[in-house]
Nanobody, 127 residues
Framework: QVQLVESGGGLVQAGGSLRLSCAAS????????TGWFRQAPGKEREFVAA????????YYADFVKGRFTISRDNAKNMVSLLMNSLKPEDTAAYYC????????????????????WGQGTQVTVSS
């Protein structure tokens, strides 16, 4: 099992940047693919980005391509999401999620694809 704790959220002006962090517990974190999701008030939780257990492969939702970068440091049991050029529509609670690496890496964009979740961190982008 793995436990996840997000941090780094806050209030930022449009066009600004934030880096979210996801700290994981467990010696086997390097065997988990990890994703970031977000949920705005009144909306369903949606996929943002994912990174393979080794860090070699990533993929993103279309609405963040070119603006957000996901990365990981397995030595520190940490996954990060660097968010640049933030827009008011990026305002949401952001969640880190993990799934064991077996099976296909690509296409895991549903909430039900990830059994492990953090508690979320709030990002608010003002216009």
């Amino acid at each position: 099992q793995v436990q996840l704790v997000e941090s780094g959220g806050g209030l930022v002006q449009a066009g600004g940047s934030l880096r979210l962090s996801c700290a994981a517990s467990g010696r086997t974190f390097s065997t988990y693919n990890t994703g970031w999701f977000r949920q705005a008030p009144g909306k369903e939780r949606e996929f943002v980005a994912a990174i393979e257990w080794s860090g070699a492969r990533t993929y993103y939702a279309d609405f963040v391509k070119g603006r957000f970068t996901i990365s990981r440091d397995n030595a520190k049991n940490m996954v990060s999401l660097l968010m640049n050029s933030l827009k008011p529509e990026d305002t949401a609670a952001y969640y880190c999620a993990a799934r064991y690496y077996s099976g296909s890496f690509y296409g895991k964009i549903k909430v039900t694809d990830y059994p492990y979740w953090g508690q979320g961190t709030q990002v608010t982008v003002s216009s």
